[in-house]
């Protein structure tokens, strides 16, 4: 007679893990006078949880050092190489676009997915043909786009991926320096979302100081990985004015159970802190628009519609539903620029857009 065998009872399992009532700052405000409390609350436990206090200790005294290039002028802009050491060790390259004119202009920054050199996809700068194909194809040089709408426009490369990657050359990690680089920095005490977060902030420390650059106006855009620290960077820092993330905005965990984003979107104890549309919610009464493709098989649209419905509900109860706008596109993984635009010229005025 053989012996029983239990596995996991996978419903009730989940059911446990991922329970509700156990988030401690997820929002409950009824009325918009309840908001600011909540976020006042929720917005330190985020910038916590996700390891920027370890970071900023880790940082402590460092003053980043940044590098342009040589500036080469095109038709209507120009762009420049740049780097910036946001904290010790690590050399962020970045792309600066700025318009012709002595401004101040509106910021927009650009962080990118999961993508080697992929802030060179974000200025229109292909490898080959098909990737040229593919750029125009799916409207990813938005940096572009958004200088030719008259902003200075940044677009970093993404800690994580190449060059500023941690290389998995061990093959421990699935042969992912996205998961590489999540996995080194979650045993200090940090995440890799955090890690890209704070590498946002200090673009933005940087730029806000240029006389080209009008720091009340400041927009950030990113497709797949780069909406999620999108969403992350402005839920933390309020300079953020306008948030469009693209193709990355879903429930964190489904109501199956299953976890829908990457492991280097990983945040321990995110679910006992909120769900993704309570860190949503932590960019009202600022202005995002959320746009996902209705042909993405990355995530459920059942899904992506109950974090949308949730995110639509802190906004209106905080009196602000006009600032919250959510759009499929026809198609995949990627950006949809008459989806984004049009928002963005209503909330970040600028005569150019």
């Given at each position: 007679?053989?012996?029983?065998?239990?596995?996991?009872?996978?419903?009730?399992?989940?059911?446990?893990?991922?329970?509700?009532?156990?988030?401690?700052?997820?929002?409950?405000?009824?009325?918009?006078?309840?908001?600011?409390?909540?976020?006042?609350?929720?917005?330190?436990?985020?910038?916590?949880?996700?390891?920027?206090?370890?970071?900023?200790?880790?940082?402590?005294?460092?003053?980043?050092?940044?590098?342009?290039?040589?500036?080469?002028?095109?038709?209507?802009?120009?762009?420049?190489?740049?780097?910036?050491?946001?904290?010790?060790?690590?050399?962020?390259?970045?792309?600066?676009?700025?318009?012709?004119?002595?401004?101040?202009?509106?910021?927009?920054?650009?962080?990118?997915?999961?993508?080697?050199?992929?802030?060179?996809?974000?200025?229109?700068?292909?490898?080959?043909?098909?990737?040229?194909?593919?750029?125009?194809?799916?409207?990813?040089?938005?940096?572009?786009?958004?200088?030719?709408?008259?902003?200075?426009?940044?677009?970093?490369?993404?800690?994580?991926?190449?060059?500023?990657?941690?290389?998995?050359?061990?093959?421990?990690?699935?042969?992912?320096?996205?998961?590489?680089?999540?996995?080194?920095?979650?045993?200090?005490?940090?995440t890799a979302i955090g890690e890209r977060v704070w590498d946002l902030s200090a673009l933005i420390d940087w730029a806000s100081g240029l006389p080209i650059v009008d720091s009340k106006r400041v927009l950030m855009m990113g497709n797949s990985g780069g909406g999620v620290a999108t969403l992350y960077a402005a839920a933390c820092d309020a300079r953020v004015t306008v948030a469009v993330p693209s193709c990355s905005y879903c429930s964190i965990v489904g109501l199956d159970g299953r976890v829908h984003h990457c492991d280097c979107n990983t945040v321990p104890g995110i679910l006992r802190f909120g769900e993704f549309w309570d860190v949503a919610g932590?960019?009202?009464?600022?202005?995002?628009?959320?746009?996902?493709?209705?042909?993405?098989?990355?995530?459920?649209?059942?899904?992506?519609?109950?974090?949308?419905?949730?995110?639509?509900?802190?906004?209106?109860?905080?009196?602000?539903?006009?600032?919250?706008?959510?759009?499929?596109?026809?198609?995949?993984?990627?950006?949809?620029?008459?989806?984004?635009?049009?928002?963005?010229?209503?909330?970040?005025?600028?005569?150019?857009?």
């Amino acid at each position: 007679m053989g012996t029983p065998t239990r596995g996991i009872e996978l419903d009730r399992y989940f059911g446990g893990l991922f329970r509700s009532d156990a988030r401690a700052f997820a929002c409950v405000a009824t009325s918009p006078n309840d908001v600011p409390g909540w976020q006042n609350r929720a917005r330190p436990a985020l910038r916590h949880l996700i390891g920027l206090s370890v970071i900023e200790t880790d940082s402590s005294g460092h003053v980043p050092r940044i590098d342009l290039g040589e500036p080469e002028a095109f038709d209507d802009y120009t762009r420049q190489l740049g780097v910036i050491e946001t904290e010790p060790g690590v050399h962020l390259p970045f792309w600066f676009l700025t318009p012709p004119g002595a401004g101040p202009f509106p910021l927009g920054i650009f962080p990118h997915g999961h993508e080697d050199h992929g802030m060179d996809t974000y200025v229109g700068k292909a490898r080959d043909a098909a990737h040229q194909s593919r750029i125009d194809r799916e409207d990813r040089d938005v940096a572009v786009q958004a200088v030719r709408r008259g902003l200075v426009a940044i677009a970093p490369n993404t800690r994580g991926f190449l060059p500023a990657n941690v290389p998995d050359d061990r093959e421990r990690h699935g042969k992912r320096d996205c998961r590489c680089q999540a996995i080194h920095c979650l045993l200090a005490g940090r995440t890799a979302i955090g890690e890209r977060v704070w590498d946002l902030s200090a673009l933005i420390d940087w730029a806000s100081g240029l006389p080209i650059v009008d720091s009340k106006r400041v927009l950030m855009m990113g497709n797949s990985g780069g909406g999620v620290a999108t969403l992350y960077a402005a839920a933390c820092d309020a300079r953020v004015t306008v948030a469009v993330p693209s193709c990355s905005y879903c429930s964190i965990v489904g109501l199956d159970g299953r976890v829908h984003h990457c492991d280097c979107n990983t945040v321990p104890g995110i679910l006992r802190f909120g769900e993704f549309w309570d860190v949503a919610g932590l960019i009202a009464p600022r202005a995002l628009a959320i746009v996902n493709g209705n042909q993405d098989l990355l995530f459920p649209l059942a899904e992506v519609d109950r974090a949308v419905e949730e995110c639509a509900r802190i906004f209106q109860v905080a009196g602000i539903p006009e600032l919250f706008e959510h759009h499929y596109g026809d198609g995949g993984h990627r950006f949809y620029a008459d989806l984004m635009w049009p928002f963005v010229a209503r909330n970040l005025p600028c005569p150019a857009i």
